[in-house]
């Protein structure tokens, strides 16, 4: 099966950076970040497709990037002026890729474990 491993995560203060790294285990398709923080819902945060195609939340735009290398069969997300209210856990997610589909609303089937991101002011 997929599997789908995050890293990255831990405490940064407000103003801070950090990247987020999904090993892919090699799957082409589309590739996604969401995070969901304590008595919210999921929420979509960035979505990329095979060729590079990027879509991301309001809420992230400009702040935060997605990026791939296919090479190492890494998927990333680099975040950037990290506030509080990023404070969530973060997931990588997988979905099947339809040719000259948008992956933003795609049905991402494979989910890694997560891995938490702390924002402290």
């Known amino acids: 099966q997929v599997q789908l491993v995050e890293s990255g995560g831990g405490s940064v203060q407000a103003g801070g950076s950090l990247r987020l790294s999904c090993a892919t285990s090699g799957y082409t398709g589309c590739l996604g970040w969401f995070r969901q923080a304590p008595g919210k819902e999921r929420e979509r945060v960035a979505v990329?497709?095979?060729?590079?195609?990027?879509a991301y939340a309001d809420s992230v735009k400009g702040q935060f990037s997605i990026a791939q290398d296919h090479a190492k069969n890494t998927l990333y997300l680099q975040m950037n002026s990290l506030k509080p209210e990023d404070t969530a856990m973060y997931y990588c997610?997988?979905?099947?890729?339809?040719?000259?589909?948008?992956?933003?609303?795609?049905?991402?089937?494979?989910w890694g474990k997560g891995t938490l991101v702390t924002i402290s002011s």
């Open positions: 990329i497709t095979p060729s590079g195609i990027t």
């Open positions: 997610a997988a979905a099947p890729y339809i040719r000259n589909w948008n992956c933003w609303n795609s049905d991402y089937n494979y």
